[in-house]
């Protein structure tokens, strides 16, 4: 299969969902990404991330049971796929080596 490269941003949100064990919803992972990097995120900009993740073939979804805290609704439940952690693991190990490249007085 061909590499796809992801941005920064669709990376933090597929480690989010890796990391969230097929409990990642858009609210839930917005609010990580806000917990985790201090960083300002609205909740369109995780859904279009979660849209392309998905076309990419990287993650896939389903719909839960009506859960009752939210008023009888369902939530669109994310998992990693295969191709997923495999990319997961591609940009792990070139991270580390690119941070073995840096000198250790920086």
């Known amino acids: 299969?061909?590499?796809?490269?992801?941005?920064?941003?669709?990376?933090?949100?597929?480690?989010?969902?890796?990391a969230l064990q097929g409990e990642a919803?858009?609210?839930?992972?917005?609010?990580?990404?806000i917990a985790q990097t201090s960083r300002e995120v609205r909740i369109n900009q995780v859904h279009a991330s979660l849209q392309r993740l998905e076309e990419k073939g990287m993650i896939t979804s389903r719909m839960s049971n009506p859960v009752a805290e939210r008023g009888g609704r369902r939530k669109r439940l994310f998992t990693v796929t295969a191709y997923g952690t495999q990319t997961l693991h591609d940009i792990k190990?070139?991270?580390?080596?690119?941070?073995n490249l840096v000198p250790a007085s920086i």
Do not use: D, P, S
């Open 25 to 33: 919803y858009g609210v839930n992972i917005t609010h990580e990404i």
């Open 1 to 18: 299969m061909k590499r796809v490269y992801l941005g920064e941003f669709e990376e933090i949100v597929l480690l989010l969902v890796a």
């Open 93 to 99: 190990e070139v991270r580390a080596h690119l941070w």
